[in-house]
């Protein structure tokens, strides 16, 4: 039973195209995060949500769109890709928002995006 | 400026030896700290957190950490080390204030090479 699960594990792809990641979770938080990992293993906060509503939003560029259906379901949509923008991008969720939970994400495997 | 430092970007220890991975944290307020472990082409993994009480805690694979207010510190440590142990660990620090845009600050990482 996957708890934090993400699509698809690896996305290889061409610059200027637009691409999209699903995350779901089972575990039933209500807090559901997008990270950036970048090849120096640095991790970055994107965005964040509490129930479908967004709660940080960090200095992304607005290519980045992200879009939580319901809170189980945070999706992430990245428009015209640039090679700058290729990373492994880690879904997490978390029983609260940060602030009032104790901290604890639960990480999804990782997608893997490499841009050509 | 709330930060987090990992000051070595690698540890290495024999298997059996004691390890230590070392973070110091400034942050307002009173902190929650945090150990997170990466295996190799892994998510995150949440070993253990220090919110208050026992400046000691104990998390998960046998890791514990202590809690060290006036040298704003939370190393990691484990009595004996395993070669299965060899990851990348990373410290996180929050404050302790309200509000729905907290978040976590991440340390860039600490990898951890257990030598049999």
């Known amino acids: 039973d996957t708890a934090v699960s993400q699509t698809p594990k690896y996305l290889v792809t061409q610059m200027g195209n637009d691409k999209s990641i699903k995350c779901e979770q089972n575990?039933?938080?209500?807090?559901m995060y997008w990270y950036k990992q970048d090849s120096k293993k640095f991790l970055k906060i994107m965005f964040s949500?509490?129930?479908?509503?967004?709660?940080i939003n960090e200095t992304v560029p607005n290519r980045f769109s992200p879009k939580s259906p319901d809170k189980a379901h945070l999706n992430l949509h990245i428009n015209s890709l640039e090679l700058g923008d290729s990373a492994v991008y880690f879904c997490?969720?978390?029983?609260?928002?940060?602030?009032?939970?104790?901290?604890?994400?639960?990480f999804g495997e990782g997608s893997r995006l490499t841009v050509l | 400026a709330q930060s987090v430092a990992q000051p070595e970007d690698q540890v290495n220890v024999a298997e059996g030896n004691p390890l230590t991975v070392k973070c110091t944290y400034s942050?307002?307020?009173?902190?929650?700290l945090f150990w997170y472990v990466q295996y190799p082409n892994r998510g995150l993994q949440f070993l253990l957190k220090?919110?208050?009480?026992d400046n000691l805690v104990k998390g998960s694979y046998g890791f514990e950490a202590e809690f060290n207010k006036s040298q704003t510190s939370f190393h990691l440590k484990k009595p004996s080390a395993l070669v299965s142990d060899s990851a990348l660990y990373f410290c996180?620090?929050?404050?302790?204030?309200?509000?729905?845009?907290?978040?976590?600050?991440w340390g860039l990482g600490t990898s951890l090479a257990v030598n049999p």
């Open positions: 996180a620090v929050r404050d302790g204030y309200a509000g729905n845009n907290r978040k976590l600050i």
């Open positions: 942050v307002s307020g009173n902190p929650y």
């Open positions: 220090y919110i208050t009480g």
């Open positions: 575990l039933g938080h209500d807090t």
């Open positions: 949500y509490n129930n479908k509503e967004l709660i």
């Open positions: 997490a969720s978390s029983p609260r928002t940060v602030q009032m939970n104790t901290g604890e994400l639960f």
